[in-house]
Every structure is written in structure tokens, then in C-alpha cells.
């Protein structure tokens, strides 16, 4: 069957899509308490005050999370309003791996004027181990791999989106 | 031919003309292709005790009945495959009949009706079905070109049981003429998948004397991996 076509979430989706504590993900296991945060940008330099981040992750042991059917909210799953300085926050665990792979969190960027939401991820581990990633194979030899890895600040991980222009956040298509 | 493994293929481009607010947003550079399997994974999981009650009549939030057309939205979350999206969330959000949203940043002068708020939420059953009460929403001006008209919609976000199912949408009226003046409607380039966007008359979905009845199905990508906690 033909799926249906995306469309922007526009900028009323505010009220309607807030969860409360949708910036806390949760787990069913304890981790290491981290902080992701940054700023999105558009092609001008311009922070996006009305857009919406979701993220999902593994939890700290590897698995994948689920919350019991008697709970309130979904596990794993980060739901976040971009501020009027066009910042995020999500406070969350250190995702833990699926084998040997540097630690990561999807990331969907969904806005106004965005017909259908940006995929991407962000790494939070060094270089050398997010270059060893065979899922980055294309990007061998590219500074702009470099868009994909949080800047480490003891439990904060520092990393701005920018949909286009110099420094553009690698997105996926998938 | 569609290509219906790329569920990316009936979706609108990134950088749309006529549509200004893409031009800033739109990535230039070439999007990394991943295989569609790494998204293929079970989960996220909502439980049920996330939906209140009151969540799926967006009629009964104020003191009295929200002004406008009574109406009952329904339909089935169904994968590529044709088979139901159980268990899996919908959210909805709207204007009111007059064409406002209950949002600040909205600054259309209609005016905003205290008795509605134009949000709700539910859980699709094991049919993939979902049902909304609501009020049919008015159409309102933007800043997009000169006389520029959004055609009445309402917004759907739908998660999925897969990341690759999660589709944020808007569901259209039938035989609205702002359809074909619509920048984002006309975003997407081929005529069948926009029609997928455009409900359908159904007086039967409808309630008696009270409500009309529109049948809305959503098609999401298809997902192989078997759904979490379901």
C-alpha cells in the first residue's frame, strides 16, 4: 500500500505534543546520569526557537527499552520543545552498545518549513571510535563526521544541529 | 514505479519553493543512506496508562460545547503490508472552527473559543483503529505569499511500533479548492500520495443527530520487527 506522505508539524504542535517530563528519559535500570544539549541552527546562523527534538536510545545495559504495561510514560524515548534561544535539554542515561559500536542516541528534528523530520544521530565517544564505526564508512576521510560527536563537559554533552550551510549536521535518509 | 522499500519516496523534498520556509531549513548537502533495516527495531512502547480518558473527546474541556461542526475523525493505522498498527499512539492537534489555534504564537485575529483547546491522544486497538470527537477546523491565513490560505486540516503524529514508522502528517477535507493553492499540500510530488492525505465522508462513522463522520486511514512504512510489549 502507498504510505502516507509526510507532512511539516508546523508551529502550533506545542500544547498538543509536550509530555510532561519528556526531557527526563526513563529506564528501567539504573546508568550514568548525563545531559544532552545544544543549539539548532538554520542556514543563516539563526537558532530555531519552534522546532522538536525526539530521541531514542538503548538503555544503559544495551537493551532496548520498554517500559511495564503498568507505567505512565514510554522508556528510551526523549520528547524536548527547542527554547525561545533555539536550545534543547535532555537529561538521560549513557546509552550502553550493542556490541563493540561507540555509544549513541537517534536524534529526529522535526519544524516548520521542514516537510518531513531530519535524521540523525550523535555520538558520545571520541573520534577514533566513532570513525571505526562501519555505518560511517562513507564519511572515511570527511571532517564532517565531525557533526555526528558531542563535545564532552564532565556529565554534559555539548552538540548544535545545523540543518544547512558551513558545519551542516550530517543527516540520514532512511 | 514507487519504490515502496524507500518509504522516503512518497514524502515531499526537503527544499520546497513555494513553500518559504524551507529555503533556510532544507539540508544542501547529500543525505547519508542507511539501510532502512537499522530503523527497523521494536519499539518505542507507550503504555496505556499514558492516555487519560478524556483524551479522545477534544468536545468536553470547557465549561460548555466548543463552537462549529460536530464531527467523529476514525480510521485504521495500518503498515505498507496493509496490516494494523496495534497499541501505538496518535496525537492530534487543531484550530477551531474559526480557523485558531489555542497557541501563542498563533496571531490570526479570529477569535479563540475558551470551550476548546484542539488536542488529543489515544492508543490504536488491535485493529489498528483509532476515534476522535471533535469540531471541523476553520481554514486560516499565513504569511507564506499574498492571500495565502492553509486548507482546514488536522495534524496527526503517529509513532509507530518502529522509529522507521514514525510519520508526522495532516489530515485534509474532501473537495476543499485551497488544496490546490496549498504550498504544503502541493509539497508532494505525486497525485496519489497526496490523496492519501484527504479523508473521506462517512455519515455512518458519524454519530446519529450529533456528529458528522469522517473515515481517515494512515498508511505508515512497513516494519518487520515484532512490536514491544504487545
Known amino acids: 500500500m502507498l504510505r502516507t506522505p509526510s507532512q511539516t508539524i508546523g508551529p502550533f504542535f506545542h500544547e498538543a505534543l509536550r509530555w510532561a517530563g519528556g526531557e527526563r528519559v526513563r529506564f528501567a535500570e539504573p546508568g550514568e546520569a548525563i545531559t544532552l544539549t545544544g543549539r539548532l541552527l538554520d542556514g543563516a546562523g539563526e537558532t530555531l526557537a519552534d522546532s522538536l527534538i525526539e530521541t531514542w536510545q538503548l538503555s544503559p545495559s544495551g537493551k532496548i527499552p520498554a517500559a511495564g504495561s503498568g507505567e505512565t510514560h514510554p522508556h528510551g524515548l526523549g520528547r524536548v520543545e527547542t527554547d525561545k534561544n533555539g536550545v534543547y535539554r535532555i537529561e538521560t542515561l549513557m546509552p550502553g552498545s550493542s556490541g563493540s559500536g561507540p555509544p549513541f542516541i537517534d536524534v529526529m528534528v522535526f519544524a516548520r518549513g521542514l516537510l518531513k523530520p531530519l535524521r540523525t544521530r550523535v555520538y558520545l565517544a571520541d573520534e577514533a571510535r566513532v570513525r571505526a564505526d562501519p555505518l560511517l564508512k562513507p564519511l572515511a576521510g570527511s571532517p564532517r563526521i565531525g557533526t555526528l560527536i558531542a563535545k564532552r563537559d564532565g556529565s554534559v554533552f555539548h552538540w548544535d544541529i545545523r540543518l544547512q550551510g558551513v558545519g551542516e549536521t550530517v543527516f540520514f535518509a532512511t | ?230
Open chain 2, 1 to 230: 514505479m514507487t519504490d515502496l522499500s524507500r518509504p522516503i519516496s512518497v514524502d515531499p523534498p526537503y527544499d520546497v519553493p513555494d513553500y518559504k520556509s524551507t529555503h533556510l531549513r532544507a539540508p544542501k548537502e547529500k543525505l547519508l543512506e542507511l539501510p532502512p533495516s537499522l530503523y527497523d527495531t521494536p519499539g518505542p512502547y507507550v503504555p496505556a496508562g499514558f492516555i487519560r480518558d478524556k483524551d479522545t473527546d477534544l468536545t468536553i474541556h470547557g465549561k460548555g460545547a466548543p463552537l462549529g461542526e460536530r464531527m467523529v475523525v476514525t480510521g485504521r493505522i495500518l503498515d505498507a503490508d496493509g496490516k494494523p498498527v496495534r497499541r501505538s499512539l496518535v496525537e492530534i492537534w487543531q484550530a477551531n472552527a474559526s480557523g485558531r489555534y489555542h497557541h501563542p504564537v498563533d496571531t490570526h485575529d479570529a477569535p479563540l473559543d475558551p470551550n476548546f483547546h484542539g488536542m488529543g491522544r489515544m492508543l490504536t486497538d488491535d485493529e489498528g483503529r483509532y476515534r476522535f470527537i471533535t469540531v471541523k477546523p476553520g481554514a486560516y491565513p499565513w504569511l507564506n505569499h499574498p492571500f495565502a490560505w492553509r486548507p482546514a486540516h488536522i495534524h496527526f503524529s503517529l509513532l509507530g511500533n518502529a522509529p522507521i514508522q514514525r510519520l508526522v502528517t495532516q489530515m485534509y477535507f474532501p473537495g476543499d479548492p485551497l488544496l490546490a493553492l496549498d504550498p504544503v499540500y502541493m509539497s508532494v510530488p505525486d497525485e496519489e500520495a497526496r490523496k492519501r492525505m484527504i479523508c473521506a465522508l462517512d455519515l455512518q462513522a458519524g454519530i446519529e443527530g450529533d456528529a458528522l463522520g469522517y473515515r481517515y486511514d494512515i498508511v505508515l512504512a512497513g516494519a518487520k520487527a515484532t512490536p514491544l510489549g504487545i
